[in-house]
């Protein structure tokens, strides 16, 4: 890959601190050739001027998080049991549902427009004098290393954007590792099979840091960079395990602790993996702080259940096959919870895909679970790797008939049309991206 600024650079006006945060975001889609860039080559030089991977490494404990499935979750709970622990913590996770600011976060919050401008206007500032071009999520990724940095937070908590090993979120030493599962998705930049994607998630690790691996099977590729590493590994179902107790409660033992927890709304098994990496970190967080940062912890979009127009809602952005997986291990009690107290209800999907997913598996999944699924509407995502409807319909009636297909010309009419279309019995699931959900969201005003 170049470095040089003359290969890569795409010629338009930079913004200035005046400009709207929508400008920035614009300009900073333009300015690199390729929307995804790996390597850390290019934006290693920009993070030392701007000082972010020093102060990261001298000033704050960080969680790094990668996987296929799950980062979101688990990086949303290690943050909410930190913060209620007393811990002033970064938050950076990616993508956003509706608004850029989702990203970056402060003690929970988001930060303002205003903030993340100043700090764009810092990385471009950095990047200009050092003759380099950066791609959107590396300028805006080093913008919120910059904005933690000078809010001198204790705690960071960062999730991996794509792979590990050549993602710039890993510029960053972590102090603690976490891969939460590894499977077949973005098979253009990290590989077709589970030995080559594991061995760029593992790209994560440092030598003699632990690692928390949440998932019961591991390629070799990873053993191998553990060993390489001198790492302290802990494995769900070899060094961890969680059950479910009852409707409020559930178990995570280990060897040294077992705790009966209050049940979050977010997947049981993240849940375990980010309180395994809490308890093997440095950090002091008590029971009683777990606890409350259980009870209170939220993620838009991850098994999102609500109620919105009198109807019964579920947003779930999952978008591959293993993530449908997850979906369906938690929707598959809620339906037959929803159907045992509703007279007559059916499923109605609202339903579209990026088009570099696999549709034809996630739709097979999902149809094949044994869910009264009577209805799907379906339209276009409005953005540029958006799968056609074409597509859709062809994923779609390889395992569906055609009169249960509706085709709308966007997210916001699909949405309408399933608001009218359903009975205040059904359930509506909305699924396949996270642009999905972010648009039916903004359809639905919330």
Not at 115 to 142: N, P
Not at 151 to 163: K, N, Q, R, T, Y
Not at 225 to 232: G, L, Q
Not at 339 to 352: A, E, G, V, W
Request: with cysteine.
């Amino acid at each position: 890959m170049s470095s040089s600024s003359d290969a890569n650079a795409v010629n338009t006006d930079s913004p200035n601190k005046h400009s709207t945060l929508t400008e920035w975001l614009d300009y900073m889609q333009q300015i690199h050739v390729s929307a995804i860039d790996m390597g850390l080559s290019r934006v290693l030089p920009v993070a030392k001027y701007l000082g972010v991977v020093q102060s990261a490494k001298d000033d704050a404990y960080v969680f790094t998080v990668a996987g296929t499935n799950g980062k979101g979750s688990t990086t949303a709970i290690i943050n909410e049991m930190c913060q209620v622990a007393g811990y002033k913590t970064a938050l950076y996770q990616s993508p956003h549902l509706q608004a850029f600011n989702e990203r970056v976060r402060i003690n929970g919050e988001m930060v303002n427009d205003q903030t993340l401008i100043e700090a764009f206007s810092k990385v471009e500032t950095a990047r200009l004098e050092c003759k380099l071009t950066l791609s959107f999520f590396e300028m805006t990724t080093l913008a919120a290393f910059l904005i933690f940095a000078e809010a001198d937070c204790d705690v960071w908590v960062l999730e991996i954007g794509l792979g590990g090993r050549l993602d710039v979120v890993n510029i960053v030493d972590p102090d603690m590792a976490v891969i939460t599962n590894i499977g077949i998705d973005h098979v253009e930049w990290l590989g077709d099979n589970v030995e080559d994607i594991g061995f760029e998630k593992a790209g994560i690790l440092r030598d003699n840091i632990p690692l928390v691996y949440g998932a019961p099977k591991m390629p070799t590729s990873v053993q191998q960079k553990i060993a390489a590493h001198n790492v302290t590994c802990y494995q769900i179902e070899k060094d961890f395990d969680y059950r479910i107790i009852d409707a409020q409660t559930w178990q995570y033992s280990s060897a040294a602790v077992t705790l009966q927890l209050p049940r979050p709304s977010l997947s049981l098994m993240n849940t375990a993996n980010a309180l395994s990496a809490v308890l093997a970190s440095s950090l002091t967080i008590g029971v009683d702080a777990i606890e409350q940062a259980l009870q209170s912890v939220k993620l838009a979009g991850r098994f999102d259940y609500r109620e919105i127009a009198e109807r019964q809602w579920l947003f779930d952005v999952a978008h591959n096959e293993q993530g449908v997986e997850y979906l369906l291990s938690q929707l598959l009690p809620l339906w037959k919870q929803h159907s045992s107290y509703k007279p007559s209800p059916s499923i109605k999907m609202l339903f579209s895909m990026l088009g570099d997913k696999d549709i034809a598996h996630v739709v097979e999944r999902l149809t094949a679970a044994g869910l009264l699924i009577t209805d799907w509407y379906v339209a276009e995502i409005d953005h540029p790797r958006a799968a056609s409807i074409e597509q859709l319909q062809t994923a779609l009636l390889s395992y569906v008939d055609n009169t249960q297909v509706h085709i709308y010309t966007d997210l916001q009419q699909a949405t309408q049309a399933v608001l009218d279309n359903s009975l205040v019995e059904d359930l509506i699931v909305v699924c396949g991206s996270f642009h999905t959900i972010g648009e039916a969201f903004a359809a639905l005003g919330v």
